[in-house]
Every structure is written in structure tokens, then in C-alpha cells.
């Protein structure tokens, strides 16, 4: 192959990745590419999982000031914010911290699986990203750990073939300020583009502030006719005061939700990727090697802690990895064998002391205002390490038909070195439990088989069944909650040690397709975690633990619509209802097998019409409907939900400078970013953005 037909093909996959959802129009939908469910391209038609994705042109259009505003346009999908970009996530479960999603930039893990981070997509430049895929469900036949509830995939940009660079800046409400700043340029043998984020805003309530500088770099270079070296950098900063979005209640929440009684919080972050990848085409095989580095770091005053552990902690960890597939095409029945294994070597610390806090106030209206350093309470290193081949294969015994199986073996292993002796330390009246040094291992093999099958030119039919699973973080292995005794904090830490990886089953079944114009995308699912997480008593010495026991029910239909209502106007919709149950639910609290699952609303949807009368302006008006959800396992207290509407445009001035803005809840609604009952049970409810304008400039040479 010629170094300008692999440049032209570079291009081509990399428009089609970035360039189609179930929103574009009917000719991009079924000519689709997805990378996030093989590694290697692959028309959707042909891929037997539920995969959304967000354009480039989108996201350079919206420039979404949080991951939410662009995960919502995904069905099935949704983020809710904490403080600043920092979220929680929703992909076939309950919005949720726990370590049941895999977040990717350019297929290349943001972080270790030992080391999770709920709040990853603040450390990779999304407002600059070439394109999201969210493959709901599953995946860790292909991906391993963490691959559960989904995978999110953040696209790098491709590199321009001449010159360009342009500049965006904004201004808005609450001292919001972000200048987005890109260039690049091509060459004979390949290209470069850079990104940079530059972002600062005061935060719309009490001390809420943040401070971002992120970037992008990406070159990409062809070596000789056949081979192409594609390098990615990518960093984030972040200084950010976060009561993560704190809880009021409710008269605070309706008369005074600038109010923060968690001020004292705070997150710094650094995160640090390199990679890069070789890729040489030889016949009809493919040989990639991506080998990459990371360096991440936090000093967190946790928030959600103050109440009932506080503590200051410092984490840090690096990785040195590698991911290498060979790919075969035979020519008899379309047959494809992709090979590879993932190699990830991480070691990592965490620094942690008691803090002492200045309190005003009780209950759930406690103001946490100043707070001293106190004692250490864990200083550990651990690294870890994961070896996992895996093998996916696809086959079309008839035209129509397309098979796919895969299967990956995972072993992961932990190596645990603790500056304190095995026991427990006390600090006044807590204790906190401390294992021994040793090493625990993790070994499982997960499958995948698929089919998809064209029903005519324009309708495709899929099904499949994955499994999936997680193996426990540093933190839930080796730093147990506080207790109020010695024996408490030695049973709890010991518990932790035993436990074993989150487990989850799911069979689904799709239709996408294009009919008199309209594009759908609609899948029925069902998911069943196995072997979660809970804390119980021990039945014997009656002190809780933490252990594998429980069992959830995930259920759902979600539908992806876009449709053009006339050649200047168009609707697109995002919708999913769900029923997230507790099947075999009993822990120190309570059993509450049989009941829905706290955080978890039956309907999510996003609706947008868009009027776009001519290049260069657009309108669009969004509808964004969260039902409500329980507060608590026993099903007692609900959150009612809400519907937000945002608005947005831009308007060529001439064909290099255009305005853009936005109007983020368009009516001034006051509803909850996440809503939950506090330790005595009182609702507490976490105020979303009030109504706030966003205005900008955007240059292009």
C-alpha cells in the first residue's frame, strides 16, 4: 500500500469513528465505523453490541462544559456532577462512584485497574476530543477488569494534512473564563496537531472553584508504504475546592443552595499519559504494539468522608505497559482472528493522616469550616500487575450472517508493603485496621459470542452475551473504613483481604437501522452482577465486615432517534428505561432483596431539536429529563426527578470567526444534582446549576 493511500485510509477511519451516531443522517449511520468493541475498525451493522457515539463536529460545536452535556446525548448513558468537571456515572446502573466503568483515550486505559478513579473523564481534554464511543455493558473479554457497567472511549483528533490553528474563548456566569487553543499541520510523511484547555471559573456556589489546564498532543507519522507510528500526550492539572456538589438540606436547598457546609474540601490532580502505537500492515495481517506510560497523582480532602472518616490523603502511581495484537483476514467466509495481550506493571502509594475538624452546627446541616492535620493512619506501597491475553474471532457463514466469540484471561496480582505493623492504628477514639505485607492474586476468564444479520439494505439485527468483571481497587484491598475498636478494625481489614471479583452476566438484543429517513438504534437488555461488594456482620463474632454477597438485576430498553423534520431542521432523541433491582441483597443494615436500588431512575432521556438555516448557524434547544429514584434501599424516600432545558447556538460572522453561546437551564428550575438521605435519614439534596450564559468568539486560520 502507498504512504497516500495509507494516509487516505488513516483519514477515512478516523472521519468515520468521529463521524456517526444514531443523530447523523441515514447514508453516515449505516456506513458507521466503531473501534471500541474489536480494537479494529468495524462497520457497526457487523458489531453485536449496544456502541454510541458522539461526533467530533458535535463536541467542537456544543464545547460542553462538563462530560454530562455530552454522555446525556448517548441512550443508556448519563453523568451527573459532583464539583466542577468531577461526576458520577450512569451506563446500565445506578449513578454511582463505584468502579464498574472503563474510561479509554484512543483505546489506551486512562488509568490501572488497581488504582480507579470515578472522576476519570476530568483528566482527559474532552471539550477538544475527535469523537466519544460508549460501548454499553460488558466488555471485559476484550478489555478485562473494570469493563461492567461500560467502556468510554475519548477520542484523540486527527492530525490536519496543512496548516490550521485556531482559538476559542469564553466568558460567563460565576466567573467562568476557558480559552481552548489548537494548531497543527501536515507534511509529507504523516502530521501533528496540539490542544490546549485552559480553564478557571469561581464556581456558582461558596467555595466551588476551579482551576484546569489540560492538553493534547498527537503525531502521526507513516514509515515506508505499510507502517504508521501514531503518538499521543496527553495531560491534565487540576486545583479544585469541591464540597462535591454538598448536600443540603432541604430549606437550604430551596432558599439558600450557594450554601456549602463542606468548604474545606479540596482535590489537586495530576494526570499523565504517553503513548505510542505501530502499527504495519503485511498482506492481510496487521501487527499493532502500543507500548505506554502514565503518571497520576492526588492530594484529596475527601468530601463524602468528613462525616464519618476524614482524612487527607496522597496517592500516586505510575504504569509501564504494553498492548500488542496480531490481526489475520482469510479470505474464504470473511473470516478475521484478532490475537493480543496487555501487559500493565503499576506501582503506586497512598499517604494518609487523620484530619482534626472545626465543626458549627450537628446533624445534617453540620458545617465543616477549618481543620489541623493529625497523625498517620496509612502509609503502604503496592504495585500492580496484570498479564491478559484474549482472542477474538468473526466469521459470515452466509452474506447476511456475521459470528463473532472472544475470550480473555486476565492475571492480576497486587504486591502490598505496609510502613505499619499488621493490626491497627488508633487515633483518639477511631481505629484503622492494617494488613501484613503479601501479595494476592486474581485470575478469570471471560467470554463473548455475538451474531448480527442483515434483514434487508437498510435493517440489521444483533444479539449477543458478554461477561464481565472487577477485581477490588488498592483502596477496598487495603485501606478499610474507620472503626470504633480495635477488634472492629482488625475484622474489617482482614475481611477485605478475602475479597473476590464483582461478576456480571448480560444477553441483549438490537435493531438499528434507516426507514423513509429515520435512523434508530433500539436494544433490549438484561445484566446480572454477582458477588458484590456489601458490609455485614459476621454471624459469629458479630463485628462487621466487608465480603462478596450480593446480587443485582439490570433491565432495560434503550432507543437512540434522528430524523430530519425538514432540510433546516432535525430532532434527535436518546432515551432508556430501566429497572436496576436487588435480587440477593443483605448487609449489617438490613435485607433488602426484591427492592429497586437507591440512585437509580427508570427513565433517562435527552431530546434535541436543531435549526441549522444556513453553513455556519445553528440553534438547538435540548430537553433533559432525569425520573425519579429512591433515596434509600428500603424504598421510603424518593427524589421526584427533573426536566432541564438548555439552549444553545453559533453564528458565523465570516467564514473564519463565528459566536457561540449557551444557556444552560433555560428556566432557572432548581433541581438536584444527586439527592440522598444523610446518616439520621434525612433527605439531603445537592443543587444543580441555576440558570447560567456562556458567550464566545471562535477564530480559525
Not at 175 to 186: D, E, F, Q
Request: with cysteine; hydrophobic share 35%; net charge negative.
Amino acid at each position: 500500500m502507498s504512504t497516500d493511500a495509507m494516509r487516505t485510509v488513516l483519514a477515512l477511519s478516523c472521519a468515520c469513528v468521529a463521524g456517526g451516531s444514531v443523530a447523523a443522517d441515514a447514508d453516515t449511520v449505516l456506513g458507521q465505523v466503531t473501534v471500541t468493541a474489536t480494537r479494529e475498525e468495524t462497520k457497526l451493522v457487523e458489531t453485536p453490541a449496544s456502541i454510541g457515539v458522539v461526533k467530533a463536529a458535535e463536541i467542537a460545536a456544543d464545547k460542553p462544559s462538563h462530560p454530562a452535556q455530552i454522555l446525556s446525548q448517548i441512550p443508556g448513558a448519563a453523568a451527573a456532577v459532583t464539583n466542577g468537571e468531577g461526576h458520577t456515572t450512569a451506563i446500565r446502573q445506578p449513578f454511582s462512584t463505584a468502579p464498574v466503568y472503563l474510561f479509554l483515550e484512543d483505546g489506551v486505559p486512562s488509568r490501572s485497574t488497581g488504582f480507579f478513579n470515578h472522576n476519570a473523564l476530568y483528566e482527559i481534554n474532552v471539550p477538544q476530543a475527535g469523537g466519544i464511543e460508549v460501548n454499553r455493558g460488558p466488555s471485559s473479554a476484550l478489555y478485562g477488569s473494570d469493563a461492567i457497567g461500560g467502556v468510554v472511549n475519548v477520542l484523540t483528533r486527527t492530525p490536519p494534512t496543512k496548516p490550521e490553528a485556531s482559538a476559542s474563548l469564553e466568558a460567563g456566569d460565576f466567573g467562568w473564563r476557558r480559552a481552548l487553543l489548537s494548531g497543527g499541520n501536515g507534511y509529507e510523511n504523516g502530521g501533528f496537531r496540539a490542544d490546549l484547555n485552559l480553564t478557571t471559573t469561581d464556581g456558582w456556589r461558596d467555595s466551588t472553584g476551579y482551576d484546569r489546564t489540560s492538553g493534547t498532543l498527537r503525531w502521526d507519522h507513516f514509515v515506508g508504504d505499510s507502517a504508521v507510528l501514531k503518538t499521543v500526550v496527553g495531560f491534565s492539572e487540576i486545583d479544585q475546592d469541591t464540597g462535591a456538589n454538598s448536600p443540603l438540606v432541604r430549606s437550604d436547598y430551596r432558599d439558600d443552595p450557594t450554601k456549602n457546609y463542606l468548604p474545606i474540601a479540596f482535590r489537586k490532580v495530576h494526570a499523565f499519559r504517553l503513548s505510542t502505537n505501530y502499527e504495519q500492515e503485511i498482506g492481510n495481517s496487521l501487527v499493532s504494539v502500543t507500548p505506554y506510560f502514565r503518571d497520576d497523582s492526588m492530594d484529596l480532602l475527601a468530601s463524602y468522608a468528613l462525616r464519618f472518616d476524614p482524612s487527607l490523603a496522597e496517592t500516586r502511581n505510575q504504569s509501564y505497559g504494553l498492548m500488542a495484537k496480531w490481526r489475520q483476514d482469510f479470505a474464504p467466509l470473511r473470516a478475521r482472528l484478532i490475537a493480543g495481550v496487555d501487559l500493565d506493571f503499576s506501582p503506586g502509594a497512598r499517604r494518609e493522616n487523620r484530619i482534626d475538624a472545626t465543626t458549627r452546627g450537628s446533624g445534617a446541616s453540620q458545617e465543616f469550616i477549618d481543620y489541623t492535620v493529625g497523625a498517620r493512619i496509612y502509609d503502604y506501597d503496592v504495585e500492580y500487575r496484570g498479564i491478559s491475553p484474549y482472542v477474538h474471532g468473526e466469521i459470515s457463514p452466509t452474506e447476511r450472517l456475521r459470528l463473532t466469540a472472544g475470550l480473555r484471561y486476565d492475571d492480576m496480582r497486587y504486591e502490598f508493603n505496609n510502613r505499619f505493623s499488621a493490626g491497627a492504628v488508633q487515633v483518639g477514639s477511631s481505629f484503622y485496621g492494617q494488613a501484613a505485607d503479601q501479595s494476592l492474586s486474581f485470575h478469570r476468564a471471560t467470554p463473548k459470542l455475538g451474531a448480527t444479520y442483515a434483514l434487508d439494505d437498510n435493517t440489521h439485527l444483533f444479539a449477543s452475551y458478554n461477561q464481565g468483571f472487577r477485581v477490588p481497587s488498592e483502596s477496598q484491598l487495603f485501606r478499610p473504613s474507620r472503626t470504633t475498636s480495635r477488634v472492629a478494625a482488625v475484622a474489617l481489614a482482614q475481611s477485605a483481604l478475602q475479597l473476590e471479583a464483582i461478576k456480571a452476566d448480560q444477553f441483549e438484543l438490537g435493531l438499528r437501522g434507516v426507514a423513509s429517513g429515520l435512523s434508530y438504534d433500539v436494544v433490549a437488555y438484561q445484566l446480572t452482577k454477582r458477588d458484590d461488594i456489601v458490609s455485614q456482620r459476621d454471624p459469629v463474632t458479630t463485628q462487621t465486615i466487608t465480603t462478596n454477597a450480593g446480587e443485582t438485576r439490570h433491565r432495560g430498553i434503550e432507543l437512540g432517534l434522528g430524523a430530519p423534520l425538514r432540510d433546516d431542521l432535525r430532532v434527535d432523541a436518546a432515551v432508556s428505561y430501566a429497572r436496576h433491582e436487588y435480587v440477593d441483597w443483605k448487609t449489617s443494615q438490613g435485607d433488602f432483596s426484591g427492592k429497586e436500588q437507591l440512585s437509580a431512575p427508570r427513565l433517562i432521556a435527552n431530546t434535541r431539536l436543531t435549526w441549522a438555516p444556513m453553513r455556519g448557524t445553528r440553534a438547538q434547544l435540548e430537553w433533559v429529563r432525569i425520573g425519579s429514584y429512591w433515596l434509600d434501599d428500603t424504598n421510603t424516600v424518593k427524589y421526584g426527578g427533573h426536566d432541564l432545558f438548555n439552549l444553545r447556538g453559533d453564528y458565523a460572522l465570516t467564514r473564519s470567526v463565528s459566536l457561540f453561546g449557551s444557556i444552560q437551564n433555560l428556566t432557572d428550575r432548581r433541581y438536584a444534582d444527586s439527592a440522598q438521605l444523610s446518616t439520621g435519614r434525612t433527605p439531603v439534596y445537592s443543587p444543580g446549576l441555576p440558570r447560567t450564559l456562556i458567550a464566545g468568539v471562535e477564530a480559525k486560520w
